[in-house]
């Protein structure tokens, strides 16, 4: 793997920023997987769901409470930020306003995706969503139906992710993959960073239990439900 450092490596992204980052890919990989294969997989496609919904959750919190970086609003591409970034160029370090953009719609379509897999069916192999009980069976067909067209979107999104990563390696010689592995991002000497702030003990403890009361509360109306997976 290319590594191209340049300037002075910056500790940007916090470990539990990156561990969530991976187990997502990890997620999301496993989800599609267990998908594809179908039959009696369908029952683990459900979990790696519950588990992809309860990580968004852990997201969301933490862009709130975590630290400086992970802070939605050191990132969020308000209309300045994308003034300066077409005007002058992109010269910080993070995302860019148009990388925050597809970070922030990216983060978006995969709640919905998990979320709306909660609530999916499918009646040919008696496959329930865990909260299938909470709406109808016709919303439950027209949720079913967003669930796997939205999947369609996200494939394309996600390869164009991927791609972007190989073009800024390849072509501009910036890797994008080490800092969410180390954490640093590399800048220049006279550079002024912000320190970091925020994202405590407690702050991450009430993020790390309010994602695991979401998916134990999830996981158990599954477990307690007849129609929550297969049977």
């Not at 370090?93 to 609530?119: C, D, K, M, T």
């Not at 949720?143 to 999947?151: R, V």
């Not at 790390?208 to 998916?215: K, Q, S």
Request: with cysteine.
């Amino acid at each position: 793997m290319a590594i191209f450092l340049e300037g002075i490596p910056i500790l940007v992204w916090d470990l539990p920023l990156r561990l969530f980052h991976w187990l997502l890919v990890l997620a999301i990989t496993s989800a599609w997987i267990t998908a594809e294969l179908g039959g009696l997989w369908l029952d683990w496609h459900a979990h790696f769901g519950i588990f992809i919904f309860a990580l968004m959750v852990f997201r969301i919190t933490w862009g709130f409470m975590g630290t400086t970086y992970a802070r939605f609003g050191s990132f969020f591409p308000t209309p300045k930020r994308f003034s300066d970034f077409f005007s002058s160029g992109w010269s910080g370090f993070g995302h860019s306003p148009l990388g925050a953009l597809s970070v922030f719609i990216l983060l978006g379509l995969i709640l919905a995706q998990a979320g709306l897999g909660l609530f999916a069916m499918n009646d040919e192999i008696e496959f329930h969503g865990p909260l299938y009980d909470l709406v109808s069976s016709s919303w439950s067909e027209r949720l079913t139906g967003w669930h796997h067209q939205l999947f369609n979107i996200l494939a394309i999104l996600i390869g164009m992710h991927v791609m972007a990563i190989g073009y800024y390696t390849g072509f501009k010689r910036k890797n994008l993959v080490l800092p969410m592995i180390t954490g640093k991002v590399c800048v220049a000497d006279d550079m002024f960073i912000p320190p970091i702030r925020g994202g405590g003990k407690i702050q991450l403890l009430f993020s790390i239990t309010l994602a695991g009361v979401v998916f134990w509360y999830i996981e158990s109306v599954a477990a307690n439900t007849h129609v929550s997976c297969f049977g």
